[in-house]
């Protein structure tokens, strides 16, 4: 029989799994299976317990997931190389077998079946995966205590805000997936900087990067609503050896910015309600404003500049003012020491605070939080020796205990406002709501910005143009009201010139 064709090699293949029996894939498959078992670990100790530890978040919802699609690559890996490496060898051999699923046999069912029920597990395990992922990245831990050392200011001193049950990416990402991918994005650089160690010291304020408060602040805060009046008092106490009180209380005019829920005018009248104010900052931390147009709602547009400054502007260059151009610090509020001395000298009837008997402790206690120290551990003990040298138990000996409390209060005060490490404190962030250590205000409202022609200026330095000023002074003069408003009497001597050339927050 010489023309019987000879028998064909059988095409080869490697034992059922045997794919599958490589270093790689073995590792690989190792390292799911024990991230598996760790994820579901941490989330039960994560579920169960009490505790808020960040690192379990950490370590559940971003390291556990990532070693798993890890070990998923390199057993994939393993297979591409098994197999390659299986061909050259001749260990198989012929084309890729072919794939036949006949659903007339039982054991290709129950293979369809067991695949079914594989896949939908490891769907609805990714979706659980990716959902817990998803909101651990966005929670107050993840932003404020991830990298806790690098957002402890802006932790503590939002802990101490009136936003403290608001979530920090409701500030600063907001809703849709574009900022959503802008913010990652973001952050990605910025874990590389923290592992790295190449974040600046204090962390800059992100003004330029936040997305416009409408899409933010405005969500919760009506801008129509029609504030009107607010009755503030601002108690303070001199440098002097007996803390001489001193106070003003202010009638803040905010009033409102559209009509159809009260009169417009006061300060909120610059929202875009129903105005537009544009402005150019020449800085970075936008302290300095020389040049400023509004529109009012007949669409007329008026301009204002410095005398000096005579740049030609692009509206590319140009800032709308919003919420965040007054209320630049509505979550993390550095008190300076002055205004936190006053406000623990001011409640003398509570037993945590400063007693304002003891001879110069205004003075003292502001020196002693002004000192420059490398860190917290180092000011807590300067602060206590500072205040135990200036009052010694020989020459004070009934006031040892007002010492003690002084020296507690301070402490705290800059345990919550103080961040040596992180270079933070009242001094790098200004604040742009009033114009007392920051021009604030004052940037637009100096009587410096006026029209082309300077017939106009931005109403200024009157001082009941924004508050009326009901009372000034101590004890029986804080009843004497004046509705209309009174000239303000300056502690001390008369005064020139703006607040900030000389109030530091730290006199
Ligand atoms: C109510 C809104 C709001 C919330 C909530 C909020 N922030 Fe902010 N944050 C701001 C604004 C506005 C600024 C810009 C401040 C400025 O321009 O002076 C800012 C600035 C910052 C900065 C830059 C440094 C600085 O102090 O200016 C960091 C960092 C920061 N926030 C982190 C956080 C973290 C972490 C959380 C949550 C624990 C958080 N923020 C919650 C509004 C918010
Ligand atoms: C998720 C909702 C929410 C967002 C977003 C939000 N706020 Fe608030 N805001 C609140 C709540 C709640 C309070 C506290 C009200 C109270 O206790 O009377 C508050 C209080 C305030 C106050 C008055 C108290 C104070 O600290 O002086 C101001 C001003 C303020 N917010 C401004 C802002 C600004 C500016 C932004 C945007 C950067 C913003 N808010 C974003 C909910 C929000
Ligand atoms: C021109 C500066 C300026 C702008 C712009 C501005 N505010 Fe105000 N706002 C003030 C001042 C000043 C006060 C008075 C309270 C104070 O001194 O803290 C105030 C008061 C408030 C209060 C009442 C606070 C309280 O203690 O009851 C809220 C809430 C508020 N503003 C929210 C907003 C929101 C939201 C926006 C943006 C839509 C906005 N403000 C825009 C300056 C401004
Ligand atoms: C970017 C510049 C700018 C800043 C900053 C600014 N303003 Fe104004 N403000 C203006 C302009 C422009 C007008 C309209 C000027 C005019 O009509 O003379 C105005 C008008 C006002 C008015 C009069 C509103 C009316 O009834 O006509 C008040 C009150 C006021 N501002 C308060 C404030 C307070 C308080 C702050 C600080 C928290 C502040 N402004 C910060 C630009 C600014
Ligand atoms: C452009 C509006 C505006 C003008 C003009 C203005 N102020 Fe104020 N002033 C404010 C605002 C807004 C605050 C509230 C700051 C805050 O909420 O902490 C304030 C706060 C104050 C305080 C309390 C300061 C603090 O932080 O302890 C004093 C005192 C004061 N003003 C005095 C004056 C005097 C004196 C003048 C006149 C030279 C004047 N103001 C003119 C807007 C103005
Ligand atoms: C030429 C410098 C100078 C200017 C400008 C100035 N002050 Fe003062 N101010 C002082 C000195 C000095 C004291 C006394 C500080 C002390 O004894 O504690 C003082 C005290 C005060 C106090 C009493 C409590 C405290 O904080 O110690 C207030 C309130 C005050 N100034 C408000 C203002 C306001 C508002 C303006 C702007 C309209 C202003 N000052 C402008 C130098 C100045």
């Not at 799994?17 to 670990?41: C, Y």
């Not at 079914?116 to 990245?137: E, P, Q, R």
């Not at 180092?378 to 020296?407: C, H, M, N, W």
Request: with cysteine; net charge positive.
């Amino acid at each position: 029989m010489a023309n019987e064709t000879p028998p064909q090699p059988e095409a080869q293949r490697l034992p059922r799994l045997g794919i599958f029996r490589n270093w790689l894939s073995l590792s690989g498959i190792l390292l799911v299976a024990s991230s598996l078992f760790a994820f579901v670990l941490l989330s039960l100790i994560d579920a169960l317990a009490n505790v808020s530890n960040p690192y379990i978040g950490i370590f559940t919802y971003l390291v556990a997931p990532m070693f798993a699609f890890l070990g998923l690559a390199l057993v994939v890996l393993g297979v591409v190389l098994r197999r390659r490496r299986a061909r050259k060898s001749g260990e198989i051999s012929g084309g890729a077998p072919s794939f036949q699923v006949d659903l007339a046999r039982p054991r290709d069912r129950r293979l369809l079946g067991w695949f079914l029920f594989a896949s939908t597990v490891f769907l609805l395990v990714t979706a659980v995966l990716s959902y817990k992922t998803y909101h651990f990245s966005e929670s107050v831990t993840f932003c404020g205590e991830a990298c806790h050392k690098v957002m402890e200011p802006e932790l503590v001193t939002y802990q101490h805000g009136s936003h403290a049950r608001v979530s920090c990416v409701e500030c600063h990402i907001g809703s849709g997936a574009q900022w959503f991918v802008k913010a990652k994005i973001a952050g990605t650089y910025q874990v590389y900087a923290v592992a790295f160690n190449k974040y600046p010291r204090p962390v800059p304020t992100p003004i330029k990067n936040l997305r416009p408060a409408q899409e933010t602040c405005e969500q919760c805060h009506w801008p129509s609503k029609f504030v009107g009046n607010l009755d503030r008092t601002y108690n303070y106490f001199l440098g002097e050896e007996t803390n001489t009180p001193f106070s003003v209380r202010l009638t803040m005019k905010v009033g409102g910015a559209d009509p159809t829920h009260g009169p417009v005018g006061g300060i909120h009248w610059h929202m875009n309600v129903g105005n537009k104010v544009q402005y150019i900052a020449s800085d970075d931390a936008r302290q300095k404003i020389p040049w400023v147009r509004m529109t009012d709602k007949q669409g007329v547009v008026t301009e204002f500049r410095t005398p000096t400054f005579t740049n030609v502007v692009a509206e590319s260059e140009m800032r709308t003012m919003d919420c965040m151009d007054c209320h630049n610090r509505p979550a993390h509020k550095y008190m300076s020491p002055d205004r936190a001395v006053n406000l623990a000298m001011s409640l003398p009837s509570l037993p945590d605070q400063i007693d304002r008997n003891l001879p110069w402790i205004k003075t003292n206690a502001v020196f002693a939080l002004t000192r420059s120290y490398t860190n917290q551990t180092l000011a807590l003990q300067g602060i206590a020796t500072i205040i135990a040298e200036r009052y010694p138990s020989d020459k004070f000996p009934a006031a040892q205990e007002s010492v003690r409390r002084a020296i507690g209060v301070l402490q705290k005060i800059y345990k919550d406002n103080f961040f040596p490490e992180m270079n933070a404190s009242w001094d790098k962030y200004p604040d742009n709501i009033g114009h007392m250590i920051w021009p604030g205000c004052f940037r637009c409202h100096d009587g410096k910005h006026t029209t082309a022609d300077g017939k106009r200026s931005i109403k200024a330095s009157d001082c009941n143009t924004c508050h009326t000023i009901l009372a000034q002074g101590k004890g029986e003069e804080l009843n004497l009201l004046t509705p209309g408003g009174q000239k303000f009497k300056h502690p001390g001597d008369e005064v020139d010139g703006a607040c900030n050339d000389c109030h530091t927050g730290g006199l």
